[in-house]
């Protein structure tokens, strides 16, 4: 057990809306991805649910407790943030032993050889670290927490190619061998959508989107042919995006395709393609208001 | 073990075909253990509930089977099973699509026997 669920939250800065009446809940073992645009209000949103900050309105439980002031609900996450905030001055194995004080279920064995598989000295001076290997220390530090609930805010920053792979399929080996919550707050989409099973879109400070990737991805398709084809293909369906370069066109739809529409796209010429869920995520948030 | 993460094939569809595929060309035999939950999700990066969704397919046809603790494995005779099943599908897969790309070309199908034939 290891539910979040945020009801009916509303948070202010002052007279600015960050978040609007928001429900969402994060059920156990399954890793989700938090997406949204700049300032939607994720990190807001992970701040709520690890009570760094208070909810103007509404109530957030993890497996039923309230997260307000409560050390019982709290110490059942570990929450990497963007942000150090601890003294930079510390080495990568003082931050894993001041972890360990506070995370009982801390191992130290699996973050050494994390380490190791990182190429990360563990005897150097968090301020001494490049941007990537800041945000590997950090990773590192998440994963060996063996908390219920992993939250990452931006994890993969600075990452290279290699250390991207080797977070991706380090986050998943742990996750199989002890199931849990995971959020991966991120901007990069394309990379992670395999990994993640549900999805929840922040846009214009609500939920936009909250529901499986294989669903999500399943009411969408990409059709293209001919400009004339396509136009007399969307007449009465609901694209999201059109895209068109000299007579060629094509068409991102949503809604579910069924044998009719794969009988008249054939009698058009008109080829499908996968939407990718970057894609389909821009083009749903691309009315999105900034803050 | 092959994906393609730009098909419009859904991975987990698309880890039931590769496994069968490996089957079928003899790689993984009869009543030998096939890659596990964790060494497909790991090494394609993919998420295990998609892999069993994946695995679901091969044990509700019947393709493979489930030993308590060790993983799953390939049932007996489930070659020729899926031999059988691609020989069904053979015509559509192939067939059609041939025949749909030749009528596009322009390219008769007295003239696609003798290309059949020049190969064979």
Redesign the interface.
């Known amino acids: 057990m290891s539910v979040i669920e945020v009801k009916n939250i509303s948070k202010y800065y002052g007279k600015v809306c960050a978040l609007d009446n928001i429900s969402v809940k994060f059920e156990s073992n ?2 989700y991805g938090l997406l949204g645009r700049n300032g939607a209000g994720k990190t807001t949103l992970l701040n709520l649910i690890t009570n760094r900050l208070f909810p103007t309105e509404g109530e957030i439980t993890i497996d039923g407790d309230t997260v307000i002031e409560n050390d019982k609900a709290i110490e059942k996450v570990f929450y990497m943030t963007e942000k150090n905030l601890y003294d930079e001055g510390h080495t990568v194995k003082e931050i894993f032993k001041w972890t360990n004080e506070f995370y009982q279920s801390f191992d130290l064995d699996y973050a050494f050889s994390l380490c190791d598989k990182f190429d990360l000295k563990p005897s150097k001076k968090i301020k001494s670290l490049s941007t990537g290997y800041n945000s590997i220390s950090k990773l590192i530090t998440t994963l060996a927490s063996n908390a219920e609930i992993l939250i990452f805010d931006e994890p993969i920053l600075g990452l290279d190619a290699y250390h991207r ?1 080797l977070f ?2 380090e986050l ?2 742990n ?2 061998k002890k199931p849990k919550t995971i959020i991966l707050s991120t901007h990069i989409i394309e990379e992670i959508s ?4 549900k999805v929840v879109v922040i846009n214009d400070r609500k939920i936009a989107i909250d529901d499986s ?2 669903k999500i ?2 009411n969408a398709y990409c059709v293209s042919g001919s400009s004339e084809n396509i136009d007399q293909f969307i007449k009465g369906r609901n694209p999201v995006n059109i895209e068109q370069m000299a007579a060629f066109k094509s068409a991102t739809i949503t809604g579910q395709l069924n044998d009719n529409d794969r009988e008249a796209a054939k009698k058009l010429n008109l080829q ?3 939407v990718e869920l970057q894609k389909l995520f821009i083009y749903l948030t691309k009315g999105g208001r900034q803050q | 073990m092959f994906l393609d ?4 094939i ?3 569809l698309q880890i039931a075909q590769s496994v069968e595929d490996d089957i079928i060309k003899g790689i993984f035999k009869e009543e030998t253990q096939i890659p596990s ?2 060494e497909i ?10 892999v069993a969704k994946g695995f679901n397919i091969l044990v509700e046809e019947g393709i493979v089977y489930k030993k308590r603790g060790v993983g799953m494995f390939v049932k007996e005779g489930a070659r020729n099973k899926l031999k059988e099943k691609r020989k069904e599908n053979f015509y559509i897969t192939y067939i059609e699509r041939l025949l749909e790309e030749a009528k596009k070309l322009d390219i008769s199908v007295g003239e696609i026997i003798k290309m059949i034939e020049r190969s064979s």
């Open positions: 399954k890793i792979d991706y399929k998943l080996a996750f199989i395999d990994i993640l099973e990737v294989e991805l399943g499908f393609s996968k | 993460f730009n098909s419009e859904p991975i987990y939950t964790t999700s790991v090494s394609y990066k993919v998420n295990p509930a998609t």
